[in-house]
């Protein structure tokens, strides 16, 4: 069971640097679907690995970075094709 927990933490963090990185080199936008997923799949592992954990400080931020990712990957999902 550690094994998963851990493994679904690094997955979270391996995802926000993957967004971050695409971002970053221009890649991506941050209107991207494929931004906003990696930002909620990685808000998600990190929330679970730091609740785990105790760690309620980034818990917390966590858990905001995925509601935030969330509501912008809806509102994506949401918008009309160009």
Not at 1 to 14: E, F, K, N, Q
Not at 44 to 56: D, R
Not at 57 to 69: C, I, K
């Amino acid at each position: 069971m550690d094994l998963l927990l851990s493994t679904v933490g690094w997955v979270g963090a391996l995802a926000v640097l993957a967004a971050y990185a695409l971002l970053t080199a221009g890649r991506t936008t941050p209107t991207s679907r494929a931004y906003q997923a990696l930002n909620v799949v990685g808000g998600a592992g990190l929330l679970v690995h730091a609740s785990l954990h105790s760690a309620w400080p980034s818990a917390v931020t966590n858990a905001v970075w995925l509601l935030v990712g969330g509501l912008a990957l809806a509102r994506v999902a949401h918008r009309p094709a160009a």
